[in-house]
C-alpha cells in the first residue's frame, strides 16, 4: 500500500520542522557489528521517542484500516480464559514486545497491544531478559530435569541454530490452535527456520521491530546536483521500477559531477549495515542463500549463472573509490553534513537526521530486475518466536502468540509511518517510501542456521561478502555449495 495524499496541516507541519536546521549535526557513532546480541533499547527507543507528538495534526491514513483488520484476526482465534493465570516470554530484548519506556509511539502501542491481549485470554505476561547463551543453558538444564522453564521464547534469528542443534525447540506446526500461515506471521520467516518436517520458529508483527528495515537515504541536493530529477526517482521506486541498474546509474553521475567540477561528494555510504551490505545487496536482487520450507530438505539456492549480475553490481559498489563501507568511518554523521549522495542504512537512523544539513529522502532497497518484488533482509538479531520443547500446554503457547500477533496486525506499522510523516521525514513521497518499505522484510534459512552450522554460512553470506569486492565466485562456488548441500542432508532430512 502507498500514501496517496498528506493532509496540508501535516505538510505545514513538516516544512516547518525541517527549516529549522542551523548548521551540521553530529551523530553518535554507532559501529557495533551487525552480528552483537542486539541493540540497546535505548537505540530502538530512539527511532520515535524524541519529539512530543502533537494531536493537531492530521493522522496518516492508510489505504486499508489494519487495525480494523487486526480486530477481525482477533475474532476468529479460540475464545479462552485461561483463569489468571501467568504468560511468560523469555527475550533478549524486551523493547518491542514489552517496553519499559512508553514514550514513543511504538512502544505506547505495544503496551496498549498487551494489554488487550491480557484481558482477552485473562492472563498477566510477563516477559523475562536474558542474554541467549543464559537462554540455552537454563532450557537445556531445564528440558534435562523434566521442569518448567517459559512458556514462550524470542530468539534472535541467528541463534535458532543452536537451539535446533541442543534439540531444545518445538516443531511449531505441531502446536493446537495454531495457524503459521495466517498473514500476522511471515511466511518467508517460517521458511527460514523450516527443515524436513518440522518449523522451530516464525516471525511476525509482534517481533518485527521496524528499526530492523533497512533504506536508501538520498541526498537530494547532490543528486539534483547531478543532473538528476529526484522527483523521477521517487515514481521509479513507487511504480516498482527502482533498481540496481539505476542506483549505479545515479552514482556515475555523482562521480561525473565530481570530475567536472572539483567536487568531493562520497556516493555510496554504510555505517551500521557496513558488514552485511553485500547480503542486503544480494537478497534484494532476488536471490536466496537457502531455498528451504516445510516438508522439503534445504539446499543452497543460487548458481554462478543467476547470481552473475548481483555479484557485478556489488564488485562496481566496492570498487568505487568514492564509496565509504565502514562501521567505524562515520557515513551516517558525512551524509547527515551532505557530504555524501547515498547512505544505505537502518530506518531508526532517520531520529538521527531531523537537524541534518542534508536535504535527505528515503527510498526502499533497489531490487535486480522490475518483475521482482521489493525485499529488505531484516537484521538477523531482531527475534522469532519458538517453544521450548518440554512445553507441557501447547495450546496456551500457541493461543497467546497468535493473540500477541493478531492484535499488532498492520496499525502498529502504521502508527510508525504516521509519527515519522509528522516528526522526521521532510517530503509526501518519503511517507509513501516508509509505507512501502515496512511491507518489505525478507528472512533467509542461512542466517537463522549458518551460525551453527558453519559450512552453511561458508556456502552464503560469508562467501558473498568474501567475494564481493574481487567477484571471484566462481573460484569457490561449487566445493562450498557440495558441503554445504551435505550438512543440510545429514541435518535437515526428512526423519527429522
Known sequence: MTLKKLAAAALSALLLLSSTSCGFIIVNDMSEEEESESETSETKASETSHAEEDSSYTKYTPETDKKALSEQYLSELPERDYDGAVFFITTTDKSFISPENTESTVSRLAMIRNAEV?????ITLITTVADSDTMLAELKNAIAS???YTDLLMLPIYTVGSFRMADTLMNMRTLPFFDIEKPYFNAMSSDMTSGGYSTYGVAGDASISPSSFSAVYMNKSVLSEAGADVGAIYSSAESGAWTWDEYLTLVESVKSLNESSGKSYYTTTAENTASRLPDLVFKSSGNDYISASIRRVPVVGYTLKNTKKTM?????????ENKIVDSSAGAVNIFSKGESAFLIDYLYVMSWMTNSAADWGILPLPKEEERDEYRTLIANTEAVFAVPKNHTNGEFAAITLSYLNAASYGYIYDEY???N?????RDNESVNMLDMILDTPAFDFAFAFGNAYPTIAQATYQLIRDCAPKNNLEEYFSDRKATANETMRKYFDLRY
Request: glycine share 0%.
Open 312 to 320: 557485478n553490481n556489488l564488485y562496481t559498489l566496492y570498487n568505487d
Open 118 to 122: 491480557e484481558e482477552k485470554l485473562n
Open 421 to 425: 510523516m509528522l516528526h522526521i521525514l
Open 146 to 148: 523434566d521442569s518448567y
Open 417 to 419: 509511518v504516521n509519527y
